[in-house]
């Protein structure tokens, strides 16, 4: 079993910044991917980035490009999302879920936090 605890969600403004964290305890695999994935009211599950635990290999989203970075602390077993010139749209809960391959597909991950809700102003 793994648990997984998000954290750093909150309100900022348009154009801010805002870092998540995405522990994780108990089972873990040698080559697991962790990935980040976001919830906004009436819509569907959308991926939004991954990292593969075993040699960092990363992957984003086409709206995440460029302004999120994955990345990933060994010791702390811990996956952090750096969000740069957030926008409105990016308002969202935002799930931290492992699994044992790299999919942009929900359905892939075996293990999910709770959420953290982002909240972007305009």
């Known amino acids: 079993q793994v648990q997984l605890v998000e954290s750093g969600g909150g309100l900022v403004q348009a154009g801010g910044s805002l870092r998540l964290s995405c522990a994780a305890s108990g089972r873990t695999f040698s080559n697991y991917v962790t990935g980040w994935f976001r919830q906004a009211p009436g819509k569907e599950r959308e991926f939004v980035s991954a990292?593969?635990?075993?040699?960092?290999?990363?992957y984003y989203e086409d709206s995440a490009k460029g302004r999120f970075t994955i990345s990933r602390d060994s010791a702390k077993n811990t996956v952090y999302l750096q969000m740069n010139s957030l926008k409105p749209e990016d308002t969202a809960v935002y799930y931290c879920?492992?699994?044992?391959?790299?999919?942009?597909?929900?359905?892939?991950?075996?293990?999910w936090g709770q959420g953290t809700q982002v909240t972007v102003s305009s």
């Open positions: 879920a492992v699994g044992q391959s790299i999919s942009r597909y929900a359905r892939s991950y075996d293990y």
């Open positions: 990292i593969r635990w075993n040699g960092g290999t990363t």
